[in-house]
């Protein structure tokens, strides 16, 4: 899955390392993301349209895209308002378009008291099978953050987003930095890092518990190191 408009979770009243906890943090939310904005919403469809397409090593379809349907969606019902869909008339279109097709209410949010939307989601089908060794899983999830890092500025720039193509995220306007903020995540990238935290930290107290071992089987011996 691929996530705009999150800058964080908050873990502080999550409890660490446990896989089947129910509260496992609180999004922070990016305030400068804003979808209704008409480079925002280009910059949207041209990456779901064109991301699988150039990364077949990675993906093989986009399972579910907001944008692009959105974008069909309205074309078939009011081929007026055409693309981007003007900022006055985005969110009527798009609650009604979320009517019409309810599952993509899956991949779209409002925090707490925001009349705007603070998150959206694209879900891509990876083609690298999510029950692999974590260790792999890990290895592939690294893969899909460079190429969607890279994609997202080659995207940004060719659509002129202000300052998204000079490489540095600091010195880019919200906006663009906003659009080029991709979270990558999933249900398998989850379970790796909490399985290798499992694996490296059983590996670690295995060591000291060896080590301790050692020194009091010496010192009740009566040896010197």
Request: aromatic letters at 10%; a negative charge.
């Amino acid at each position: 899955m691929l996530l705009w408009g999150i800058s964080g979770l908050d873990r502080s009243a999550a409890v660490a390392m446990d896989p089947f906890v129910e509260i496992r943090g609180t999004p922070t939310y990016d305030l400068a993301f804003d979808m209704a904005a008409p480079s925002a919403q280009s910059f949207l469809l041209s990456f779901c349209e064109a991301f699988a397409a150039n990364h077949t090593s990675l993906t093989h379809s986009v399972r579910r895209c907001l944008p692009n349907a959105l974008h069909d969606w309205a074309e078939r019902h009011d081929p007026s308002l055409g693309w981007p869909i003007p900022r006055e008339r985005f969110y009527e279109t798009l609650e009604d378009f979320l009517n019409a097709r309810p599952v993509f209410r899956l991949d779209v949010g409002y925090a707490p008291g925001m009349q705007r939307a603070t998150w959206l989601r694209v879900v891509h089908k990876a083609s690298f099978p999510s029950y692999s060794p974590p260790y792999e899983v890990r290895a592939e999830h690294r893969l899909w953050l460079r190429a969607v890092d890279e994609w997202a500025r080659v995207q940004a720039a060719a659509l002129s987003i202000s300052g998204a193509g000079d490489g540095d995220l600091q010195s880019v306007s919200g906006e663009a930095q906003a659009l080029l903020a991709i979270r990558v995540t999933s249900e398998a990238a989850v379970w790796s890092v909490t399985q290798i935290a499992a694996i490296e930290g059983t590996s670690a107290a295995l060591i000291v518990s060896l080590l301790s071992a050692f020194v009091f089987v010496v010192i009740f011996a009566g040896c010197s190191l």
